[in-house]
């Protein structure tokens, strides 16, 4: 096999991509902005002469197995982006094909979160792992599932968005995917800061928060004020927690995961919303389930994850004109 596979992460505003060999370590990455080109011809253009000069500068010319690729939205089965609502270009992209002429070697995408659940299942927290749920805590709450080994895609590529399961079926706040009352609205980073301004709003008591704009209140801002001591804060992070441990207790009936793995800036707050998080989640879990699942930490950079987590599916890259793969596919591509 060859030695390398170049990873890339789309994002809305930076592409990341690095070259990552058979151990998961990063020899080398580089950027380029994702908006810069409104046509998708042009972007590419740019990305492959931006990784052929990275793959040249470290003597890798040749030595690429495959591309992995984490895009918003991108579908598995078909190697298209679907709607990637914060692009800049008309979709359906058939990126996966178009990539692969491009380069000349395979390619494989998946959506963001399940790209990041294959790298901590290769390289990170998740090995050894069969059955776990990647949960990605940003603008948004991503996840990926793995059940027996593998990841879990469904019948048409878009199985898993936990992020939408609801928790609030009355009055729930509005989500960017146009339902009402989702996880995302409540557990992500703008969900934390669209809980500060409620809880500013409708509650009395002080708090080193009514010092900032209210239209500006950021997680971080929360987090900041939490841990010096803010009680409306801290109540912030044991409400968002509580929110996100009962929606995992009834994650827990469906797949039976050993391990939630939490990603992202908002994971990085700690006890401020792993301890409600636990306790709701024992306190809401069926009692046969109660005590055996982790909830634990994702173990990748976060300055290498996105590359990592694209690069792991790079191992199992076939060409773009291979079959649909099957309705689970594995979720181990690292070479032994």
């Excluded at 949960?135 to 059940?147: D, E, F, K, P």
């Excluded at 797949?255 to 301890?275: H, M, Q, W």
């Excluded at 879990?285 to 909830?295: D, E, I, S, W």
């Amino acid at each position: 096999m060859k030695p390398y596979v170049l990873g890339i992460d789309i994002g809305g505003t930076n592409t990341v991509f690095g070259l990552v060999d058979a151990r998961g370590v990063v020899i080398a990455s580089a950027s380029i902005k994702t908006q810069k080109h409104a046509k998708i011809d042009d972007y590419i253009d740019e990305l492959y002469r931006e990784a052929t000069r990275l793959i040249e500068a470290n003597d890798a010319q040749g030595k690429i197995h495959g591309i992995g690729i984490g895009a918003p939205n991108a579908n598995y089965f078909t190697g298209t982006i679907e709607d990637g609502v914060n692009l800049p270009w008309p979709t359906p992209i058939p990126l996966a094909q178009l990539m692969s002429d491009k380069f000349g070697i395979p390619v494989a995408i998946t959506n963001d979160a399940n790209a990041a659940a294959i790298g901590e299942m290769t390289y990170g927290a998740a090995r050894g792992l069969k059955d776990f749920i990647m949960i990605t805590l940003g603008t948004g709450v991503g996840s990926g599932i793995v059940i027996n080994g593998q990841l879990v895609y469904g019948h048409d590529g878009f199985a898993g968005e936990l992020g939408h399961m609801i928790v609030k079926r009355n009055n729930g706040r509005l989500c960017g995917c146009g339902r009402t009352g989702c996880l995302e609205a409540y557990c992500s980073a703008t969900g934390v800061a669209r809980t500060a301004r409620e809880f500013l709003e409708i509650r009395t008591e002080s708090s080193q928060l009514r010092n900032l704009p209210v239209d500006q209140i950021t997680s971080k801002d929360v987090y900041d004020a939490a841990m010096q001591g803010d009680k409306l804060a801290q109540e912030i992070f044991e409400y968002t927690g509580t929110i996100l441990g009962e929606a995992f207790a009834d994650m827990m009936v469906f797949s039976s995961p050993s391990a939630f793995i939490l990603f992202g800036g908002l994971a990085r707050s700690g006890e401020l919303l792993l301890k409600p998080l636990r306790n709701a989640m024992e306190k809401s879990m069926l009692k046969c389930f109660q005590g055996k699942a982790k909830v634990l930490l994702s173990e990748l950079k976060e300055a290498d994850a996105a590359i990592l987590g694209a690069s792991a599916l790079g191992w199992e890259a076939k060409p773009a004109s291979a079959p649909s793969a099957p309705s689970a596919v594995p979720a181990t591509p690292l070479a032994q």
